[in-house]
Structure formats: structure tokens, C-alpha cells
């Protein structure tokens, strides 16, 4: 089916979708189908690909590990999980994510929210970063004063505990 205007003849097509038929200037052609499509029936659910399952990448999860294996086509999810097993890499103890040592704290240890403390090499969470927070047992040891922590405000402006108080103003105005 051809597509574009009276000037421009090879620009855009019509959606192959039955009850659409709208012309696209940036049409998507699928993949799967290999049919051309507007961008409200591009993806595979919206013009219901018969092909969807030969491009789309699906994983089951190892309930031991925690691992993701991924599933090819027409592969069931037990032999998928059979053949992880039987491969050695199935391993229970990736299966527990570090947390944080603090007492009371249930902080996961990621890449991005994990501090290594310079003085007792602890990990911690980001929260309990300073030696004083996850009570450092590196700087006890080696006699230094611990850091006194800047006291929670609670709400209040510096203003309100009389502390700071701006100027009155040099020119009144009426």
C-alpha cells in the first residue's frame, strides 16, 4: 500500500493495522511480522504479532539462588531451571544481599549506598557512614575524638531557638 502526499510519493506509510490504515511519516515495521505499523500499533501486544514470541527475550528466576536464566523459545520452565542446577552455577549463598551491621538497621548494601569506614573498614550504609554512627570500633582504638554529629533541628528555623536574628531594616517604608 503506498503512502506519503501528491509531492513527496515515497514518504511515510499507511498502518497495516486493519482498523487503522493511518499514514505514518515515521512508520515502525516489526520485527517479528515484518509489517508496517504507526506508533500506536507498533508494539507487539497493540496489533497482536504472530511472531512475538520468536523475537521477545523472557528469564525465570532460580528460587535458590536468585539468579535469572534466561528462556528460549518454546522451552519449559523446568528443564530451564534442571539445566542451571546441573551447571555448577547454582549457588544458595548469593541468594542473601549484604545489609548494613548497625544494630536496628535493615539498609541492603548496594554499589551505590555502601560506605567502607577508613578507620575500622566496616561497610555500612550511607546513614551510618560516620564513625560515631556505627559506633567505630578503628577510632576508640586509636584514641581519636569521635565527631560530634550536627543536632537534628526538628522542624524549627534558627530564628525561632533565638538564636541569629536579621537586622531591622535601615529605611522604613510607608
Avoid at 34 to 40: A, D, K, N, P, R
Avoid at 95 to 120: A, D, G, I, Y
Avoid at 143 to 168: H, Q, T
Amino acid at each position: 500500500m503506498g503512502g506519503g502526499t501528491e509531492a513527496f510519493l515515497d514518504l511515510g506509510a499507511h498502518c497495516e493495522q486493519e482498523d487503522c490504515k493511518q499514514l505514518d511519516f515515521l512508520p515502525f515495521t516489526c520485527d517479528g511480522c515484518q509489517m508496517v505499523f504507526c506508533l500506536e500499533h507498533r508494539t507487539y501486544k497493540a496489533h497482536s504479532c504472530p511472531k512475538s514470541e520468536h523475537k521477545s527475550r523472557t528469564v525465570v528466576i532460580c528460587e535458590t539462588c536468585s539468579m535469572s536464566i534466561e528462556k528460549k523459545f518454546g522451552e519449559e520452565e523446568k528443564a530451564v531451571l534442571t539445566r542451571h542446577e546441573r551447571s555448577g552455577s547454582c549457588d544458595p549463598a548469593k541468594k542473601q544481599k549484604p545489609r548494613c551491621p548497625v544494630k536496628r538497621c535493615k539498609e541492603v548494601l548496594t554499589f551505590s549506598n555502601c560506605n567502607t569506614c577508613k578507620k575500622c573498614n566496616l561497610k555500612v550504609c550511607l546513614k551510618h557512614r560516620f564513625p560515631s554512627d556505627h559506633l567505630c570500633k578503628g577510632a576508640a582504638v586509636a584514641g581519636a575524638k569521635l565527631p560530634i554529629r550536627m543536632p537534628v533541628r526538628n522542624g524549627l528555623d534558627c530564628r525561632e531557638k533565638g538564636g541569629l536574628r536579621s537586622p531591622p531594616p535601615s529605611v522604613k517604608a510607608y
